[in-house]
C-alpha cells in the first residue's frame, strides 16, 4: 500500500495521479483562504496589520515541518537504505529555505509597525535565522561534492545534526522571556485566538501545504527523472 | 597493553608532525593576534569601550582561527591513506576521532593559553577576568575541537567549497559561543553557567566519534 513510498518509480506513477486534483485544490483553497482574510475582522489594536499573520504564522510551521519531514526522511533513509529519502531531502531543502525566507521577511514587516524595529536579538528569531542557514548549508551541501553517495549521505548526516534546533526554536518563547508572543493557537493557552481568525488562518495553512506539497512533487519528479538519465 | 602502546605511538606520531609543522602553528596565533589589532584599528583606542567588548572580540577570534586549522584533523592522513594504515593497526574509526580530538585540543589549542592572556592585556580585560577567560577557553575549545572533527570529516572530499567546513562549525558554535562569553561577564552565576558548558560539551563529545567515524567510512569507501 505505501510502497510508492519506497520505490521512485511507484512514486512517480502515483504523483502523475495525484498531480492535477491536487493543483485544483490547492487553487481553490488558496482562493478561499485570500477571500476569508478580506473578510477576517481587523484587530482592536493592531488594525489591518494583523493580516500579516495569515503569511507569518503558516510559514513559519511550515519551514519547520518541512525540516522535520527532512530528519525523517534522512533517519529512514540511512537506516533502511532507501534511496527516495535523499531525493526527497534534496528536492525539499529549497521550499523550505524559501519559507523560512517568507517568515523572516514578513516577520520583519510585522514588527516595525508593531514593535518599532525590523529585528531584535530575541531567542526566537534568532533560532528562525539559524534554521535559515542551515538550510542554505544543506542547499550548499548539494553542489559541493563530486560523487552522489557521500553528498547525499553527508546532507543526511548534517541533517540529523542541525535538527537539535527544531525543538529550540519551538519552545524558544516557553524557555526565554522573549519579545515574540508565545503560541496562541491552541484553545488551552490562556490568551488564545478568536475563532473568527482561526478560521483563515487554518485555511491559509492548508493552501501553503498544498503549495509545498505541489512544487515538493514536481521537484522530486525531475529528480528521479534525471537519476534515470544519468544512470 | 597492547591498546595503551598503539595510542602513545599514535600521539607520538601526532607530535612529530605538529612539531615538523610549528610553523602552522604560529601562523593560527600569529592569525588570532593579527585580527585582535584589526578590531582595535576598527572600534578605535579607547578604554572604555575595548574594556567591554574585550571578551566578547577573543571569543569570535578563537572561534575564527579555530577555523583556520580544520584542515590539519584528517585531510593529509586522508590523502596519503595514513588513516587505512592506522586503522589496520587495530584501532577503531570511533577511537581514531577521540584521539585525534584529544591530540588536537593538546597541539592547537593548547598554544593559545600563552596567548590569551598577552590578547587580554591588549585589550585591556581585568586580571580577575582573565582566569575565567581561560578556564572557559580550555572548555569551549574542546567542544570547538569536537566541531572541527564533524566538520573536517564532512568536508573530506569536498573540492569545490572550502568556506563551507568553516561554516558548518561556526553555526554548531552558537550555544557555546553564548555560554562561554556568560561565564566570564556573569561571575554570580559562575557555578550553573559553566555546568551547561561542560553539558555542552559532553553533548558533541558524545556524537562527534559517531559522525566523524561515519563520515570517514563514506569518505574511504568513495575515494
Known amino acids: ?231 | 597493553m597492547k591498546l595503551i602502546k598503539k595510542i602513545f605511538y599514535f600521539f607520538v606520531r601526532e607530535f612529530k608532525i605538529s612539531f615538523k609543522n610549528l610553523n602552522d602553528l604560529f601562523s593560527n596565533v600569529l592569525f588570532f593576534f593579527l585580527a585582535i589589532f584589526v578590531f582595535v584599528f576598527a572600534i578605535g583606542p579607547d578604554k572604555q569601550a575595548l574594556n567591554t567588548f574585550g571578551i566578547g572580540i577573543i571569543w569570535s577570534l578563537l572561534l575564527l582561527s579555530s577555523t583556520l586549522s580544520l584542515r590539519r584533523f584528517f585531510q593529509d592522513d586522508f590523502n596519503n591513506d595514513a588513516l587505512i594504515v592506522i586503522h589496520m593497526g587495530g584501532l577503531s574509526y570511533e577511537l581514531i576521532v577521540i584521539l585525534k580530538i584529544i591530540s588536537h585540543f593538546v597541539f592547537v589549542k593548547l598554544p593559545f593559553l600563552i596567548a590569551i592572556p598577552i590578547a587580554s592585556t591588549l585589550v585591556h580585560i581585568d586580571y580577575n577576568k582573565i582566569i575565567l577567560l581561560l578556564i572557559s577557553f580550555i572548555i569551549g575549545s574542546l567542544i570547538l575541537s569536537c566541531l572541527g572533527s564533524i566538520s573536517a570529516a564532512m568536508n573530506l572530499l569536498n573540492k569545490r567549497n572550502f568556506a563551507l567546513g568553516s561554516l558548518i562549525v561556526m553555526i554548531f558554535s552558537i550555544p557555546m559561543i553564548i555560554f562561554s562569553v556568560a561565564v566570564v561577564n556573569d561571575e554570580e552565576n559562575f557555578s550553573s553557567l559553566i555546568n551547561i558548558l561542560i553539558g555542552l560539551f559532553l553533548i558533541f563529545f558524545a556524537i562527534s566519534p559517531w559522525v566523524s567515524a561515519a563520515c570517514i567510512r563514506l569518505a574511504l569507501s568513495n575515494k
Open chain 1, 1 to 231: 500500500m505505501f510502497g510508492f513510498l519506497v520505490n521512485p518509480n511507484k512514486f512517480n506513477k502515483f504523483a502523475d495521479i495525484i498531480m492535477k486534483p491536487l493543483c485544483y485544490s490547492t487553487f481553490v483553497i488558496l482562493l478561499v483562504g485570500l477571500i476569508l482574510i478580506y473578510l477576517s475582522p481587523s484587530d482592536y489594536q493592531q488594525g489591518s496589520t494583523v493580516r500579516i499573520m495569515y503569511i507569518h504564522v503558516p510559514a513559519a510551521w511550515l519551514a519547520m515541518l518541512t525540516y522535520l519531514i527532512m530528519t525523517i526522511c534522512s533517519v529512514v533513509a540511512l537506516a533502511f537504505r532507501i534511496p527516495l529519502g535523499f531525493i526527497i531531502n534534496i528536492a525539499v531543502a529549497p521550499i523550505g529555505a524559501m519559507f523560512t525566507l517568507i517568515c523572516l521577511v514578513s516577520g520583519s514587516l510585522w514588527g516595525k509597525p508593531m514593535w518599532g524595529t525590523w529585528w531584535v536579538w530575541d531567542a526566537r528569531l534568532t533560532s528562525v535565522a539559524v534554521l535559515f542557514v542551515i538550510y542554505i548549508i544543506i542547499i550548499f551541501l548539494k553542489y559541493s561534492f563530486e560523487n552522489r553517495e557521500v553528498q547525499e549521505k553527508t546532507t543526511a548526516i548534517f541533517i540529523i545534526i542541525g535538527s537539535i534546533n527544531l525543538p529550540i526554536i519551538k519552545f524558544s518563547v516557553d524557555w526565554w522571556n522573549t519579545l515574540h508572543q508565545p503560541a496562541s493557537i491552541s484553545k488551552l493557552s490562556s490568551p488564545s485566538i478568536d475563532t473568527s481568525m482561526i478560521i483563515p488562518l487554518i485555511t491559509m495553512c492548508l493552501a501553503f501545504m498544498f503549495i509545498g506539497l505541489l512544487i515538493a512533487l514536481i521537484r522530486i519528479k525531475t529528480e528521479i527523472i534525471l537519476r534515470k538519465d544519468n544512470l
